[in-house]
C-alpha cells in the first residue's frame, strides 16, 4: 500500500508494507540512517523520532498508521531547542560510541520543547527510554542543563 | 578485551587447512607478513603520504587510526599525537581508519593488528609521535631547499611553516616537497613542556558528525547500490545444527530474494531489512541439538561450585596453604558465582561484504583485523591480498567484535559462497543481527565460581589466602592461546587476584576450565570483572574482621604499591572519607590496577522506602600514566562505571535447557539515566608511560557498591547480579 506524510518538512510517499515499522522506511526507503536500530521493541529509544512535534518509537510505529502524519527525524530537526541541545551536546563532548545520540537528541529536544527549564526529576522522566550502553547519562543531564540555559539566554 | 600481552603473537605459517575449520572454531596460522601495497601507492600529487598521515593539497592533515574506534576516543587520541608533533592546526585534522595491513598496523603488544585490553594508546605512544614529529622534519627540510635558507632556522606552528625572513606556507603547500624528502630513521621528538595538545583536553573528531545522525558512520548505515540485507536464524542452543528447513512462508515475503541454508544456519536475503526480518520469522527450522549445550545455567553454577572445591590447575603457589589455614586462629569462607553478561553495545552485530568471486571488500567495525582478514581469505578460498578490509566506526564493542574466531566474518563468507553457489549475481550483502541475535548468540563474560578460604591469627592478621576459581577459558583453543597461555594457566582468567599487591603472606591461586558450548569473549575489564569484586569485598571483611578501616587497612597491605595507595588516598580525600555521612547515606571503597593503570572508586549510596539501593555518588581517582586528553579520561572512567554498575546491579544471561531467557533490554534491564549516579573523576599527574583507560573505571565499582550496602546491612553480596537479592 502507499502512505502519504509528511518527513522533515517534504511530503513523501511510502510504497511499503502497511505492517513494516517506519524505522526500517526512513533508513531502508529514505536513506535517512541518522535514526537508529537498537531493540526493536520500544525499549532503547534509539529510534526516537518526533510525530507531529512528541517523541515516539519508530521501531514500534507501523507505516500504515501514518497517513498524514508530519515525522521530523535527526536529519529534520532545527528548532531553537534542537540547535540549543546540538550545541550543549558538542561543547560537553556527550557522545562517545554515539550509536544512541540520535534518539538521545531526539528526546531531549521534545523535552526542551515542553519543559524549558527542567529538573532533574524531568529529566529522568523523560530520558530514562533512552538506553545509553557507553553511559554517557552524566554528561547527557548536564547538556540538557545546559542547552535550556542557552535558550534562555 | 585482550589481555595486555607479555610476548607479541609469534609469527606463524599461514595454513589453508587451518582456516578451513572455523565452523569448528578453530583458527591457527595467522598471515602476518604480506606483500601488501604501501599505504603511499595510491598518493595523489602534490600529496604527502606515509603509513600513519597523510597531508593534502588542500592543507588537510589525516592520521590513519590502526585502531577501532568504538567510543573510547582513540581514533582522536591518535590524532592528537600526530598533530603534537607535526605542530598542526588542529582544525586541520582529520582520521579516517587504516587498512588491513599487519605490516604497517600491528599493534605492538599483540604482533596483529587488533585492539583490545586498553592497550591502544600504550602501543601507539611512540609510534604516533614518531610518525608526526618524522612528517615534520620532512616538511622542513623541503621548506629549507626551497627558499634556500637552514633547516634549523625554520620554525612550524600551528600548522604554519615559516622563516624569518618572511617566507611562510601551510603544511598543505609543502606536502608534495616534503613526499619526496627521506624519511628520517630517528626524528627528533618534542619533550613533555614543548607539547601543545597533549595533555590538554580538546575536542574529539567524531563529535559533530555523531550529533547530528551523519550518514556512513556505522556498519548498520552502509549503503550500496544493489545491497542486499540477510538475517541469519542461528540455532537457540549454542552448539545446534540445521537437521531441515522450510522456507515456503518466508519466501512469500515482498522483498525477500532468497532463503539459504549457509554454515551455522539459514539465511534470509532480502531487498532491505525489514523483509529480511520478517521471512525469517516465518522459517521453520528443525534443529539437531545432539551436540549442542542443553544444560540450565542453574546446573553450570553447581560443576563450577564444585570444581573450586577440588585442586586445580595451579597459578599461584607460595607453600602449603592447608597447612597454613589449619594453623590458624580462625577461617574466613566465602563462595562467589558470577553470570554470564552480555555485551549489549548500542549497535547490534552488522557486517557487509562484496565478493565477485576472486576478490572481496568488507566494511564493518573490524576489531582484529588481521584475524577478520585471515578468515575472510580462508572461508572464501582466495589469496589474503585479494581481501579489503573497510574498518567503521563501532557503535561500542565493551570486547564484543574482538573475536578470535571472526565469526560474523565466517558467517557472511559463508553466505556469500552460498549465494554464488546457488547462482545468484554478485552483490554487496549485509548481515545485520537484531538485538535478540546479539544478546541470544553466546559471547558472553564467562560465568565464575569463587571459593576463597582465609586464615587469621589471633589478632586478625590474614595467615593464609587460598584462592580457587573456576570458568571457562576465553582463550583456551583460539589462535591466542599460544600468547596468552603460559604452561596451561589461563592468566586472562586470575587476572587482578594471582598478581594482587596485597601483602599476604602466603597465597595460593588454583584454577578449573568448564567445558561448555557457550561461546565466552573479553568484556570490558574481562578478569577484572569478577576478580576484582572478590579482592574487593573480601579485603572489606578482612578490615572489619582486623577491626580497622577500610582505607586504612588497604594503605597498610599495600605498602610495596605506592601508586595504588595514591589513588586510594587521593579518592578518599576528595570523597570525604574522614567527613560524617548524611543520615541514611553509607560509603564503600575499592581500588584496583588493571591494564596498567590504577583506579580507586567511593560509592556513596542510600536506600529508597522499598529497601531497593541508589548509588548517588562516585567519586573516582585515576592514574593511568601521562594523561593525553584529560576530558576523555574522564569520559571513559564515567563511563566504565555506569557499564559496570548495570551489570553488577541486574544483569544476567541465564540457559533454561540452554536456551538463553534474556534476549532484548526488557529481560537485560540496562542502566537508565535515573540509575546512573553523580560522577567526579580526579586525575593524577604522571610523567609515566600512558596505560590503558577504556576499562580500568570498570572494576572499582561493584565491589565500592557492594562495600556500602555492606556498611549498612552488615553482610556482602556474593552472588551476582544483586537483583539476586532484595536490594534491588
Redesign the interface.
Known sequence: MSVTLKINGETRTLDA?P???LL??L???L?L?????????A??G?CTVHLDGMPIRSCQTSVGDLEGAEIT???GIDSKAAEAV?TA??EL??????????GQ?MAATALLSETQKPTDED??AA???????????????KAIHLASDKMEG | MLHMLQKPLEAAQPSRRTFLKVSAGTIGGLVLAMNLPRAAASAAEGEFTQPFVHIRPDNTVVVLSKHLDKGQGTASGLSTLVADELDASWDQVRVDFAPSNPQLYANTMFGVQGTGGSTAMANSFMQYRQAGAAAKAMIVAAAAKDWGVPASEITVSGGVVSHGSGKSATLGELAGLAAGEEVPAEPVLKTPDQWVYIGKSFPRLDVKNKTFGAPGTYTMDFQRDGLLVATVARSPRFGGKVASFDAGEAMKVPGVVNVLQIANGVAVIAESTWPAIKGRSLLEIEWDDSEAETRSSDAMIAELKEMTAQPGIKVREDGDIDAALDASARVIEADFDFPFLAHGAMEPLDIALYFDGESAELWFGSQIQTIDHNVAAAVLGIPFQNVKINTLWAGGSFGRRAQADAHPVAEIASLAKAMQAAGMAAAPVKIVWTREDDMAGGYYRPMSAHRIRVGLDAAGNVTAFKYNIAAKSIVKGTPFEAMLMKDGVDHNMTEGAHDTSYAFPLMNMDQAYQETQVPVLWWRSVGHTHTAYVMETMIDRLAKEAGKDPVAYRLEMIRDDPRKANVLKLAAEKAGWDKPLADGRFRGVAVHKSFGSYVAEVAEVSFRDDGTVKVEKVTAAVDCGTPINPDNIVAQVEGGIGYGLGAILRNQVTLVDGVVEETNFDTYEPLRMSDMPEVEVHIVASNEPPTGIGEPGTPPIGPAVANAIAAAKGDWITSLPFSRTGVV
Open positions: 508494507d505492517d513494516s515499522p526500517w522506511a533508513r531502508d526507503e536513506k540512517t541518522g535514526t537508529k536500530f537498537g531493540c526493536g521493541i525499549a532503547c534509539a527525524t535527526i536529519e546540538q551536546w558538542q563532548e556527550v557522545p562517545q560510541c554515539g550509536y544512541c545520540q540520535s537528541i529529566i529522568d530520558m530514562d527510554g533512552n538506553v545509553c550502553r557507553c553511559a554517557t547519562y552524566a554528561r547527557i543531564r
